[in-house]
């Protein structure tokens, strides 16, 4: 079975930054697309970033462009989530996903005070 575990969340102030870290127990890592997906309380999961299979290609969402950024290490079998000048609204579990099938992994979670 594919495995994705995150872990890196935790309690932070506003403005404050988190690096979140997935690792991944797939075959030929290096040909997965990898994304970061989060959900907050009482909303639908919401896109964060993704990076493309050559590690070069990256989409951000339009809440985190300017914020976030997203990284992987084939080596590894680790994809990361750089989070700075956090926000309130960043409180939220965070979802590390392969989009092809996809597959998820349980999520970490993230609370950013004010």
């Known amino acids: 079975q594919v495995q994705l575990v995150e872990s890196g969340g935790g309690l932070v102030q506003a403005g404050g930054s988190l690096r979140l870290t997935c690792v991944a127990s797939?075959?030929?890592?290096?040909?997965?697309?990898m994304a970061w997906y989060r959900q907050a309380p009482g909303k639908e999961r919401e896109f964060v970033a993704i990076?493309?299979?050559?590690?070069?290609?990256?989409t951000y969402g339009d809440s985190v462009k300017g914020r976030f950024t997203i990284s992987r290490d084939v080596a590894k079998n680790t994809v990361y989530l750089q989070m700075n000048n956090l926000e309130p609204e960043d409180t939220a579990i965070y979802y590390c996903?392969?989009?092809?099938?996809?597959?998820w992994g349980r999520g970490t979670q993230v609370t950013v005070s004010s």
């Open positions: 797939v075959r030929t890592f290096s040909r997965y697309d």
């Open positions: 990076i493309r299979w050559g590690g070069e290609t990256t």
């Open positions: 996903n392969i989009p092809r099938p996809p597959y």
